[in-house]
């Protein structure tokens, strides 16, 4: 088992920054990838980033350029730094684990809310 508890959402104007932090605890040796995702009301769940055991990293056509991943394994934390926030930004930012069962994501954190201002 995994367990992963997001933090640093919160409420930041357009052009803000935030930072979310993703703690994993459990079996964090057997965690292949880890992975940002968000959903806002209404629209579907997407990938905003991930990042391998490796440290390649990939991210969702609409946060190019403005949000970073990355991962210390030495604290089991993966951080997504957003920068250039903007409206379309809003969502709840889950964190999940991927351990190399499948092509899914195994766990999920609990979620962080985020919210942009025009």
């Known amino acids: 088992q995994v367990q992963l508890v997001e933090s640093g959402g919160g409420l930041v104007q357009a052009g803000g920054s935030l930072r979310l932090s993703c703690a994993a605890s459990?079996?964090?040796?057997?965690?292949?990838?880890m992975g940002w995702f968000r959903q806002a009301p209404g629209k579907q769940r997407e990938l905003v980033a991930s990042?391998?055991?490796?440290?390649?990293?990939n991210y969702g056509d609409s946060v190019k350029g403005r949000f970073t991943i990355s991962r210390d394994n030495a604290k089991s934390t993966v951080y997504l730094q957003m920068n250039s926030l903007k409206p379309e930004d809003t969502a709840v930012y889950y964190c999940?684990?991927?351990?190399?069962?499948?092509?899914?994501?195994?766990?999920w954190g609990q979620g962080t809310q985020v919210t942009v201002s025009s």
């Open positions: 999940a684990a991927e351990m190399g069962w499948g092509p899914e994501y195994d766990y």
């Open positions: 459990g079996r964090v040796l057997r965690i292949n990838s």
């Open positions: 990042i391998t055991s490796g440290g390649s990293t």
